[in-house]
């Protein structure tokens, strides 16, 4: 088999054969979402309030705009190294292919492909203490043909949805349906192309290392192969996410977690590694502008139940983060630091 870097290799107590009550069969809540509207509100608060996580059907998003962007990242993963690294993300450009992906100072056994939803997007510069803003835009391969055709077609589809679902997810905290709507102008939000390759070492290294989203949602497609696992808050056991044919993963990230002032939890995750198949998943990350100040909602506030984090702008964290990628000793967790600090301030 071969020796492995050692910087894949996970720490002893986070590697994944050490939860063996894997073998209870539990799964997160799988929604309809033709059902009536307060039963969707209903059974999506408390769904975001136990698990986190939830998984879609019967969404809007069509199989056949599924399927082409699918079908259009496995052809860019199985070009040569040397095309994909034309189209290479760097320090100035944090749009494109990258091969060698941290969480917490581990390496992931996955390779990497994003861009944004809406194609250029400005954010701070963390090195100015003036509010001086650069552009970053996203990098397009010339192969394969129909590339950006086929996934901007996906991200505009699931676009509609993360709003749909956001909706929901107010009106189940009390608020107005469109309440966060304003905060999604000017956008942020990505899109990344998932590829684990197959991994001789399953009981050392992961896909990805056991990690929290920092956005307001995280919508998931993944194929058949299946790999993530979600942290039960109950009693903190992995709980593997069965794959449901055309349904969609959504998580609550940091962002709902601050704006419901914990009312809504954004829960650890990990993929684990599959040493036979070859596995593709493709998250859309919902993020705000560069603008938005993210601190709890004062509707959901009072003398009972303060506020429990700071305000913080999301565009310096988020041009933080994306600078810290190529920096491994300051990547670790960055956003949970923050929201450890901003409670212990609060």
Same mark, same amino acid.
């Given at each position: ?15 994944a054969?050490n939860?063996k009550?894997?073998? $209870?069969?539990?799964e ?14 209903s059974k999506?608060?408390? +769904?975001?309030?136990e698990w986190?996580f939830?998984?879609?059907t019967?969404h809007?998003?069509?199989s056949e705009?599924?399927s082409? +962007? ?8 199985e ?6 690294r034309?189209v290479k ?6 749009m !494109?292919?990258h ?6 100072n581990?390496?992931?056994?996955? $390779?990497?492909?994003?861009?944004? =939803? ?5 954010v701070?510069l963390? /090195?100015?203490?003036e509010? $001086?803003?650069?552009?970053i ?9 129909d590339?950006?055709e086929a996934?901007e ?5 699931v676009? #509609?949805? +993360?709003? &749909?679902?956001? $909706?929901?997810?107010?009106l189940?905290l009390g608020?107005? !349906? ?6 999604f102008?000017d956008?942020?939000?990505?899109v990344r192309l998932?590829?684990?390759p197959p991994c001789p070492?399953p009981?050392? +290294?992961?896909? =990805?290392g056991?990690? &929290? ?5 995280t =919508?998931l ?9 979600v942290?039960r #808050?109950s009693?903190g056991?992995?709980?593997p996410?069965?794959?449901t044919?055309?349904a969609?993963?959504?998580n609550v ?5 601050v ?5 809504y939890?954004?829960?650890e995750?990990?993929v ?5 198949r /070859? ?5 859309f990350f ?5 603008k =938005?100040?993210?601190k709890?909602v004062?509707e959901?506030v009072?003398? &009972? ?9 999301w565009g310096?964290?988020?041009a933080?983060?994306?600078r ?8 670790s967790?960055?956003?949970h630091i923050?929201?450890?600090k901003? &409670?212990e301030?609060?």
């Amino acid at each position: 088999m071969g020796d492995i870097d050692p910087a894949f290799i996970q720490s002893t107590e986070h590697r994944a054969n050490n939860h063996k009550k894997l073998v $209870e069969v539990v799964e997160i809540p799988v929604i309809d979402m033709l059902q009536s509207r307060e039963e969707l509100i209903s059974k999506i608060g408390r +769904a975001c309030e136990e698990w986190g996580f939830f998984q879609v059907t019967n969404h809007g998003v069509s199989s056949e705009v599924s399927s082409r +962007a699918e079908a259009a990242a496995k052809m860019f993963f199985e070009q040569s190294t040397e095309e994909k690294r034309k189209v290479k993300r760097d320090e100035v450009n944090a749009m !494109g292919y990258h091969d060698g992906e941290h969480t917490k100072n581990v390496r992931d056994w996955k $390779e990497v492909f994003d861009y944004l =939803v809406q194609n250029s997007a400005q954010v701070p510069l963390i /090195e100015s203490h003036e509010k $001086e803003l650069r552009t970053i835009t996203n990098q397009w391969p010339q192969s394969p043909p129909d590339f950006r055709e086929a996934l901007e077609e996906y991200s505009r589809e699931v676009e #509609k949805l +993360a709003y &749909k679902l956001l $909706e929901l997810i107010s009106l189940s905290l009390g608020l107005a !349906g469109d309440k966060f709507h304003g905060c999604f102008k000017d956008q942020l939000s990505m899109v990344r192309l998932n590829h684990y390759p197959p991994c001789p070492f399953p009981d050392l +290294a992961l896909g =990805v290392g056991r990690h &929290k989203d920092s956005g307001a949602l995280t =919508v998931l497609a993944q194929d058949d192969v299946g790999g993530l696992q979600v942290k039960r #808050k109950s009693d903190g056991e992995w709980i593997p996410v069965t794959p449901t044919p055309g349904a969609f993963i959504i998580n609550v990230g940091d962002m709902v977690q601050v704006w419901s002032n914990d009312k809504y939890e954004s829960v650890e995750h990990r993929v684990v590694v599959n040493t036979e198949r /070859e596995r593709f998943s493709i998250p859309f990350f919902f993020f705000p502008s560069h603008k =938005v100040m993210v601190k709890p909602v004062e509707e959901l506030v009072n003398e &009972k139940n303060p506020p429990r984090y700071r305000e913080y702008n999301w565009g310096h964290f988020y041009a933080h983060r994306n600078r810290t990628d190529f920096k491994k000793l300051h990547h670790s967790s960055v956003h949970h630091i923050l929201l450890i600090k901003l &409670k212990e301030l609060a």
